[in-house]
């Protein structure tokens, strides 16, 4: 039994570090949304106002955004395996503590910003740890599988969550998928094996430099192919994060201005909506790299826009046509999603792309942070959700920013170099 166990260990072990991130990113995402899936049920349970309940789903973003300038900076100093298995380690402590420890609102917003600087500690050092490691073939292929795969992920994350919740209870939600990140930490402890390079040799010193590169960012920004992928994919995220938030309520709005029924339920139609991101990710990646990367990035913005548009205007229409254009849309956002991460990394110098890496990421879930809050405001001021112009406006309110990023950056002259 322990030869056939060793076996398969050893046959994991050679498969090649792609498949092996891909299945340790895909279990590092299983806690991404816990807390969306039990909301309303710790609402009533603790009693929480809207706000409450808004601000915890919040502190998991923020947990993030604080540990990423860190954890990102320290991959140009240490091997980013490293990093990862802290990251792990830390969103395995955060989700056990929602199970165990977590029973009012000031808990909860400790244990989910500790769940967000664990993901903050696996995702972008998981792709570092490719980057370092991969030395032959087409290096953005790589990084297209492992962008798209975020999509499989927080999937799967949806679908074992709710199972659980209507099966156990909310406190073994987050108690079993802590099994997610701890997976992950032994998947790169036992399966990546460490670099030894000379820079990742002697004493970590960490310091306020390291956590806010501000020096190495300002030389990111100088560099028009980087920044602009970084603009690029700000845009992107606002977008996404924005359609991916509301487009359960629109679902809804939509069944009861056309009168008819759905043949799924509005929150089943999102999901499988949603995986249709990840063939669209990786197909995008190769049609950029015949035509051209920035090529490709403008032409994708502009149609998302324009199905954004498109599908905020069709409601009362028949079900088939609304279905039909969220698709459209959710491929149409996700069609650029790792061509812009994959230009970052190739374009990016090699003494800041760590530094690169983690503002890219920073400014990923800035705009995640934003996209919900700009479309519910402007559903407000417009009118109410029950209007049809308001969703329209709101739509508009979030597409519009990858319209003035084709813009901007094409009378910049972003491409113009021949890096990226």
Not at 18 to 31: D, E, I, K, S, V
Not at 57 to 72: D, E, I, N, R
Not at 122 to 148: C, N, V, W
Not at 321 to 348: E, K, P, Q, R
Request: a positive charge; aromatic letters at 14%.
């Amino acid at each position: 039994m322990s030869s056939r166990f060793y076996q398969l260990f050893m046959r994991f072990r050679s498969a090649g570090y792609t498949p092996l991130m891909l299945l340790a990113q895909t279990c590092a995402l299983l806690g991404f949304a816990c807390y969306a899936v039990v909301l309303t049920t710790l609402q009533e349970e603790w009693h929480l106002s809207n706000l409450q309940s808004g601000l915890i789903a919040s502190a998991f973003f923020f947990g993030y955004m604080l540990a990423v300038p860190l954890a990102t900076a320290l991959t140009d100093r240490v091997d980013a395996r490293k990093v990862y298995l802290v990251g792990g380690l830390i969103a395995t402590a955060g989700l056990l503590g929602m199970s165990l420890l977590a029973y009012n609102f000031w808990t909860a917003l400790l244990f989910m910003a500790l769940n967000g600087a664990g993901l903050a500690g696996t995702y972008m050092p998981g792709l570092k740890i490719l980057s370092d490691r991969i030395q032959s073939g087409e290096l953005t292929r790589h990084i297209a599988f492992y962008t798209a795969f975020f999509g499989i992920g927080t999937g799967f994350s949806y679908l074992c969550s709710g199972w659980m919740l209507s099966a156990l209870g909310w406190h073994y939600v987050f108690g079993l998928i802590a099994l997610g990140p701890l997976s992950a930490f032994l998947i790169v402890l036992m399966l990546i094996p460490a670099l030894d390079h000379e820079k990742w040799k002697g004493p970590i010193r960490i310091r306020l430099h390291d956590i806010f590169p501000v020096d190495k960012w300002k030389l990111v920004l100088q560099d028009k192919n980087a920044s602009g992928y970084i603009f690029g994919y700000t845009a992107h995220t606002l977008e996404l994060f924005a359609s991916r938030s509301w487009i359960v309520a629109f679902f809804a709005f939509c069944a009861v201005a056309s009168g008819e029924t759905f043949f799924l339920t509005a929150t089943t139609l999102a999901g499988v909506i949603n995986f249709f991101g990840v063939p669209s990710s990786i197909l995008g990646n190769e049609i950029a790299l015949k035509i051209g990367r920035q090529k490709w990035i403008c032409i994708v913005m502009l149609t998302s826009a324009l199905l954004g548009i498109a599908f905020a205007s069709s409601t009362g229409q028949s079900w088939w046509l609304v279905v039909a254009l969220a698709i459209g849309h959710a491929i149409f956002i996700m069609a650029d999603s790792s061509t812009l991460t994959a230009g970052l990394v190739i374009s990016a110098q090699e003494n800041i792309k760590g530094a690169a890496m983690g503002l890219h990421s920073l400014m990923c879930f800035g705009g995640g942070l934003l996209g919900p809050a700009i479309f519910g405001f402007v559903l407000d001021v417009s009118g109410s959700r029950a209007s049809q112009v308001s969703w329209v406006w709101a739509y508009f309110a979030v597409v519009i920013w990858g319209v003035l990023f084709v813009i901007y950056e094409r009378r910049r002259g972003w491409g113009s170099s021949v890096r990226g």
